[in-house]
């Protein structure tokens, strides 16, 4: 008893974790775990970076507050996305997405909360993000394209392939390559710059 009220006292989570460590009771077990799981998550909130909400549901035991760091590292790579504006960032983006998706899914599944609201609300942000996202990719994609074209030349449509491998231009691309190479109109320029690879779109806007 003395030593769950000095913890009490000192509020921290090493003076819960030492607890949990030295005590042979278990009268105060619970209480311990959801204090620690409490304060972690006061401090991945106050802190709001990806490496917090990561740790937190790295090192929490009871993960009260699971379904709400997928929120907020949802957020936080999609407003990253947005905000580099490119086909890598958002390439990037989706990767994370789907795998935190399937880390997410997995929490869900095991602790039963696949029917839980927190949940719900999740996956439906990650269907609207993932949705913008897609949107963006395309419009880039056709800005990309409509660049290549008007330069005409080997190295602008080979600026479109390294972007977009599996495009829906590709196969437009490549004939068009082969086309000037057969043409002797090749033109290797290797410092060419796309004029629109880093161009500004209009971001949907962060999500809060």
Known sequence: MILWTATVASGTVE??????????????????????DELAWERARFLGTGAEYKN????SSTKEHALDAYIALEGLYYNAAIS???VKSFNSYLTKSNNLKTEANLYASTHKKLSDPKYIEYLN????????????????????WTSSQ??????AYEVYLTHFPK??????????????KANN???????????????????AGPTQ
Do not use: F, W
């Not at 942000?125 to 990309?144: F, H, P, R, T, W």
């Not at 008007?150 to 190295?155: D, E, F």
């Not at 290797?188 to 690879?197: E, S």
């Open 84 to 86: 580099n504006n490119s």
């Open 56 to 59: 937190y549901l790295k090192t």
């Open 15 to 36: 003076a819960y974790s030492h607890y949990l460590s030295h005590s042979k009771k278990l009268s105060y077990l619970s209480q311990a775990h959801k204090k620690i």
């Open 185 to 203: 109109q090749y033109d290797a320029d290797a410092n060419l710059v796309c004029d629109v690879c880093n161009a500004t779109l209009t971001p």
């Open 150 to 155: 008007n330069q005409g030349t080997v190295a």
């Open 167 to 180: 495009g829906k231009y590709v196969t437009q691309c490549k004939a068009r390559i082969d086309e000037i």
């Open 125 to 144: 942000k990650v269907a609207a993000d993932q949705a913008k996202v897609n949107g963006m990719m395309v419009s880039l994609e056709n800005d990309i």
